[in-house]
């Protein structure tokens, strides 16, 4: 799903990973991976609260922040 952000995109994608032998407690876990925000380029601090609430809609059980 695909969500405008200003004039910029933000891609939200829902892979799903399959990793043999993985221990059950980590079935259906949900990791968010952001990345490429360039605050204060495109992204203003002031919406950077609309990025969180896009991240948390998605239930992760962890979140990354690259790059």
Do not use: C
Not at 19 to 48: C, V
Not at 51 to 64: A, S
Request: negative net charge; hydrophobic residues 45%.
């Amino acid at each position: 799903m695909l969500f405008n952000f200003h004039l910029h995109k933000v891609e939200i994608t829902h892979p799903s990973i399959l990793i043999p032998d993985l221990p059950d407690e980590f079935n259906n876990y949900r990791i968010a991976q952001i990345s490429d925000f360039h605050l204060g380029t495109w992204l203003k601090s002031r919406d950077m609260h609309l990025i969180v609430e896009l991240v948390n809609l998605q239930k992760p059980d962890l979140i990354t922040i690259t790059g």
